[in-house]
């Protein structure tokens, strides 16, 4: 059979890199709940607080796990499927992940033993001050793949030479022009996808009659989040989008199917591109709409599709229905949020039926969201992996085709089997729910064993 | 231009290479020899002595990996391909094994699966990390800079001497670690392992310092050429002197010392190796200089690796010690 060895590792990326996003994405925004969580308790000294960072740092454990281990795959995947990639832009990438190896990954993992096994091994404080450097971990490994992914984007502070990025400016590498609006989009979209699952499975337990006293806590401050956070990260969305349009005028192109630059373009509600007819089939639209978007006025002009030649236009479905289903999403959110503060407000977020069975199966939503958002701007900058200097089909490793077909099978296999079996463990973690019982914290005598974190009281059996 | 950039940097991921192979060795170790556990209670016990430590050990190989990449891309991008398949086996071996650890704490029916996942994940990566070494050692095909060799260029017996030696080597370190970190069935049941497997890494690195000036003219002009040969003499020499020492130690019922005898063994088995390839990152044809990275990319990360890297061990340090003494049977997790 012949493999063409650059659509498999494409697809290779795409799909390790899409099931890794899912684990950090919730694992930053979990660790900033934990750790929010344990600051409380050690201020105010309630014990539910307590409970409830206990019970979310099992669920933490089996999440973080999981993003480690596919997270290892991708620092070596840039070698492996893409060294001229990685010969191309050595000199100013692969810094800025040396920098996440030294200033996140070692403090995550390090710290993170402390977090799960210390207990009743290290005083409290010393132990709320491990969940804090374990979330600043989590933040600091955003920080530098935005920085890198952002440089992708939109490169900036460097010069060719001999036919490889040569750095000049560290500073503009990193905060190069993309990257202030991309890393706190990133950042609230993985704390409001976690707190979409905090409320989801309070609202779960509250429809069982379980759990209530944490189960309200979890409601209030997932709605709490949500309310808030929600709007801002429209706002920062929104500025990112108009970024793009300055920095990858394609990209927003095919965002918002819009072929023709001569007329102000309308906002397109549904459509199905048709890329080889340059033009869109089945068109929903507002008049203006998008211009008014892009351009702040009703008849302003932007780059169309047909401005570029068709071997530098990015593919057209992906970002264009990516980037409805990620705003789509995004309204649910914050109408949750609002809705949610409303029905507190009125006390009634307990009791409110319809809105715990609604809020119950809203936990997927932001996952959906990010995948969706990073399906935008990634395929959104297609053909280039880095813009304007590099194509994608240029920057494959020098691979026979069947050793990349079997490489993506086993991907597939093991993280299909991986993926699971995660999702199901971390499911009979949240029906147990929060144990009732508390760890006597200070260990004065001599320290007691590690202890394993994902493994609850006694036995338990299947399906509890 | 800046020679010693160069020197210093491939100093610095040779560090990186040899933490991580003692530190997850040990890790992948417990894993290799979890089979052997007589009762799941002792297996427990096993697991819980690594836990809290796998995953900062595990982050040494993202530093050497991405140190390779930062310091010398072009190395990275010819040794990557070169060595596809054995990395890609490797990481996937590294993926069961990690998630094992918390898998198998919440499975209930499935708790033997992920027990045999744990153990078969720790023992593929370690037979493809040997693979990996014996891969590189033995040279890769380079033309126009790029890698030109076929995909199974690495299948050699060579290399799976080298990948049966890393299994045998971590197996060591983890039985050691055990006598270190454990008391009773388990450490007794380590230390009768301990023996045979020295024993075993003995033969395994004795081969592997025959074959390779026998195979290689580069490597046995490195070690025998006057007057290299007097200086190089002492590695051989107390590699021998420390072998028996471990023996003797293992003998007499020391806790602590066969480990670090171990690692001793592991830092002149890799010291060994280093002298026979030195210059060359990508023997036969690479060197450390033709392979750099631009000046200010080595030079900007040096600086992080001056400032950053003791503080890295600092706390690496601390975490070991807040769960230093014994893991008991029964206690532990709650």
């Not at chain 1, 969580?37 to 454990?61: P, Y």
């Not at chain 1, 304007?388 to 691979?399: F, I, N, Q």
């Not at chain 2, 060197?287 to 003791?310: D, E, H, K, N």
């Amino acid at each position: 059979m012949d493999f063409d060895p650059v659509t498999l590792a494409r697809m290779q990326f795409a799909f390790t890199v899409s099931f890794h996003i899912i684990f950090p994405a919730f694992t930053i925004g979990l660790s900033a709940f934990i750790a929010t969580l344990e600051l409380i308790w050690l201020w105010t000294g309630k014990d539910v607080f307590h409970r409830l960072a206990r019970f979310w740092t099992k669920i933490f454990a089996v999440s973080f796990a999981m993003g480690v281990v596919s997270g290892i795959v991708l620092s070596y995947q840039f070698g492996t499927n893409w060294s001229r990639y990685a010969e191309f832009v050595g000199s100013v990438v692969a810094p800025l992940i040396g920098f996440e190896v030294l200033t996140a990954f070692f403090l995550e993992a390090t710290f993170l033993g402390i977090m799960l096994f210390g207990w009743n091994r290290v005083p409290p404080w010393l132990h709320v001050l491990s969940c804090c450097v374990v979330a600043f971990g989590t933040f600091m490994s955003a920080f530098w793949i935005l920085a890198a992914n952002s440089w992708m984007q939109t490169p900036a502070g460097f010069d060719i030479r001999s036919g490889a990025a040569y750095p000049l400016d560290w500073l503009e590498i990193i905060f190069n022009p993309s990257f202030h609006w991309r890393l706190p989009h990133m950042l609230l979209a993985a704390y409001l996808t976690t707190s979409l699952v905090v409320l989801s499975v309070g609202a779960r337990y509250l429809l069982a009659g379980k759990f209530k006293e944490e189960s309200k806590m979890m409601m209030v401050m997932g709605i709490g989040m949500l309310a808030i956070v929600g709007p801002i990260q429209a706002f920062v969305g929104d500025s990112h989008g108009l970024n793009t349009a300055h920095y990858q005028p394609a990209k927003i192109a095919a965002v918002e199917a819009h072929w023709d630059s001569s007329k102000p373009a309308p906002l397109v509600l549904f459509a199905w591109p048709d890329e080889k007819a340059e033009k869109n089939l089945f068109e929903i639209s507002i008049p203006h709409g998008a211009s008014l978007m892009i351009t702040h006025s009703l008849d302003g002009l932007f780059p169309g599709l047909k401005d570029f030649p068709p071997q530098d236009r990015p593919p057209v479905f992906g970002p264009f229905f990516g980037f409805r289903a990620m705003v789509g999403v995004g309204v649910v959110m914050i109408l949750l949020g609002w809705i949610g503060a409303w029905l507190i407000f009125k006390g009634r977020e307990t009791t409110t039926r319809w809105y715990l069975i609604v809020t119950s199966w809203a936990w997927p939503l932001g996952f959906i969201a990010i995948l969706s958002g990073w399906i935008v701007t990634e395929q959104g900058r297609q053909p280039w992996v880095v813009e304007g200097l590099l194509r994608t089909e240029d920057a494959m490793s020098p691979l026979a085709g069947w050793t990349v077909g079997l490489s993506l099978t086993l991907f597939v296999v093991v993280y299909a089997v991986i993926f699971a079996t995660g999702i199901h463990f971390m499911n009979r973690l949240i029906v147990r729910g929060p144990d009732q019982t508390l760890i006597q914290p200070p260990a004065r005598e001599r320290p007691t064993r590690p202890i394993a974190a994902a493994h609850g009281e006694g036995q338990m059996t299947p399906g509890t | 231009m800046e020679w010693y950039l160069p020197v210093i940097w491939g100093l610095i991921i040779g560090v990186a290479v040899i933490m991580y192979v003692v530190l997850d060795g040990f890790d992948l170790g417990i894993g290799i020899l979890f089979p052997f556990a007589k009762e799941e209670k002792e297996r427990d016990v096993m697991m819980n002595t690594v836990a809290p430590f796998w995953d900062g050990n595990e982050t040494w190989l993202i530093l050497g990996g991405g140190g390779l990449w930062v310091a010398f891309p072009k190395a990275y991008a010819v040794v990557m391909p070169a060595l596809y398949l054995p990395v890609i086996i490797m990481l996937l071996a590294l993926v069961f094994r990690g998630v094992a650890f918390e898998f198998r704490w919440v499975a209930a029916s499935s708790r033997r699966l992920w027990n045999f996942a744990f153990a078969a994940g720790s023992l593929v990566a370690a037979f493809f990390q040997g693979i990996i070494l014996g891969g590189l050692v033995q040279g890769i095909t380079v033309k126009d800079g790029a890698f030109a060799g076929g995909p199974l260029d690495w299948a050699t017996p060579f290399a799976l001497l080298c990948g049966v030696g890393v299994v045998v080597g971590y197996a060591l370190l983890g039985s050691t670690w055990l006598l270190v970190k454990t008391e009773g069935a388990v450490a007794d049941r380590a230390r009768s392992h301990a023996i045979p497997l020295l024993l075993a890494v003995v033969v395994l690195m004795g081969l592997v310092s025959l074959w390779t000036p026998l195979a290689f003219d580069r490597i046995a002009t490195r070690w025998f050429s006057r007057p290299n040969i007097f200086f190089l003499a002492p590695v051989p020499i107390i590699t021998a002197g420390l072998t028996y020492l471990v023996w003797h130690w293992l003998k007499t019922g020391r806790e602590m010392l066969p480990f670090f005898g171990t690692i001793g063994l592991f830092v002149l088995g890799f010291l060994g190796l280093a002298i026979s390839t030195f210059p060359y990152l990508v023997p036969p044809s690479l060197t450390v200089w033709q392979t750099a990275a631009a000046p200010p990319s080595q030079i900007l990360m040096l600086f992080g690796v001056i400032f950053l890297l003791p503080v890295v061990l600092g706390y690496i340090v601390f975490v070991y010690w807040i769960f230093r003494g014994k893991v008991r049977e029964g206690e532990g997790y709650h």
